[in-house]
């Protein structure tokens, strides 16, 4: 069993920026596929970027790309989202998630373990 707790979620203005980490416990998930998602009030929970386990192959949504870094440190068991130049679209519950190796999916439903979520809202 793997227990995901996401931090660094907040408000922020447009054009600011926010760090999010999410650190992994339990199972020792080295090779394991991470990734963010977020969910925004009334849609569907959406992909933001993943990261494979050995960090070398990161895939972006197009509409946070360039503006959005997803990195990880296996050391720590952490896994971080840089977001810089937010958007008010942006507010969102941010999810951590992770899966099996080796490469990290698009889709919800690919991942095993979840986190409980951080609010991140981007005042216009």
């Known amino acids: 069993q793997v227990q995901l707790v996401e931090s660094g979620g907040g408000l922020v203005q447009a054009g600011g920026s926010l760090a999010l980490s999410c650190a992994a416990s339990?199972?020792?998930?080295?090779?394991?596929?991470m990734a963010w998602f977020r969910q925004a009030p009334g849609k569907e929970r959406e992909f933001v970027g993943g990261?494979?386990?050995?960090?070398?192959?990161?895939y972006y949504a197009d509409s946070v790309k360039a503006r959005f870094t997803i990195s990880r440190d296996n050391a720590k068991n952490t896994v971080y989202l840089q977001m810089n130049s937010l958007k008010p679209e942006d507010t969102a519950i941010y999810y951590c998630?992770?899966?099996?190796?080796?490469?990290?999916?698009?889709?919800?439903?690919?991942?095993?373990?979840w986190g409980q979520g951080t609010q991140v809202t981007v005042s216009s």
């Open positions: 998630a992770a899966k099996n190796p080796p490469w990290p999916q698009t889709s919800p439903s690919s991942y095993d373990f």
């Open positions: 339990g199972r020792t998930f080295t090779n394991g596929a």
């Open positions: 990261i494979s386990g050995s960090a070398y192959t990161t």
